[in-house]
T-cell receptor
Framework: DAGVTQSPTHLIKTRGQHVTLRCSPI?????VSWYQQVLGQGPQFIFQ???????GRGNFPDRFSARQFPNYSSELNVNALLLGDSALYLC??????????FGPGTRLLVL | EDQVTQSPEALRLQEGESSSLNCSYT??????LFWYRQDPGKGPEFLFT???AGEEKEKERLKATLTKKESFLHITAPKPEDSATYLC???????????????FGKGTLLTVNP
């Protein structure tokens, strides 16, 4: 079975630009969560979606937004990029609400 | 506020030298504690979930234990392929409406030399 997939794998943007990251959950999983991981830190929670509804939001500015589609895939959008947004963006899916399975991540570099 | 502290930050072992990693947590109530392994540039790989004090789980050379304040990841006779960052995360009972929010520690970077 395919695991969580994310695209693109790497991305380079300049300050002020907008970026869209994509995630496909494990088949049968209805929940998708997004995390940001900067170098040397653990992942930080950004959003959680379940059945296409936002169920949770972490301490991130309104420049960050997300949505979940009818097929349970998800997009994370970041507007007005800052240098500090450079990080590994991780998507995780869950079936039972307890165990989250992570994708390989999207490495974003903002110049 | 929920907090997870992992120690040591980095650990270097010789192949076959057993040791333990520590994860201390502060939460209002614990739904579950998770251990993940993360290789450089990759996403975390799920290892274990622990739910209640006294619970233990094993997988190959790894054994995770849980008390009311901390969890330990014991590594027995490690091999070079066990080298990775090990992350601990808690799933609080009250996640502020988010059913699936995990709060992570910074991780322990384990290096096993041949």
């Amino acid at each position: 079975d395919a695991g969580v997939t994310q695209s693109p794998t790497h991305l380079i943007k300049t300050r002020g630009q907008h970026v869209t990251l994509r995630c496909s959950p494990i088949s049968g999983h209805k929940s998708v969560s997004w995390y940001q991981q900067v170098l040397g830190q653990g992942p930080q929670f950004i959003f959680q979606y379940y059945e296409k509804e936002e169920r949770g939001r972490g301490n991130f500015p309104d420049r960050f937004s997300a949505r979940q589609f009818p097929n349970y895939s998800s997009e994370l959008n970041v507007n007005a990029l800052l240098l500090g947004d450079s990080a590994l963006y991780l998507c995780a899916s869950s079936w039972d609400g307890e165990t989250q399975y992570f994708g390989p991540g999207t490495r974003l570099l903002v110049l | 506020e929920d907090q997870v502290t992992q120690s040591p930050e980095a650990l270097r072992l010789q192949e076959g030298e057993s040791s333990s990693l520590n994860c201390s947590y502060t939460v209002s109530g614990l739904r579950g504690l998770f251990w993940y392994r993360q290789d450089p540039g990759k996403g975390p790989e799920f290892l274990f979930t622990l739910y209640s004090a006294g619970e233990e789980k094993e997988k190959e050379r790894l054994k995770a234990t849980l008390t009311k304040k901390e969890s330990f990841l014991h590594i027995t006779a490690p091999k070079p392929e066990d080298s990775a960052t090990y992350l601990c995360a808690v799933h609080p009972l009250n996640s502020g409406g988010s059913n699936y929010k995990l709060t992570f520690g910074k991780g322990t970077l384990l290096t096993v030399n041949p």
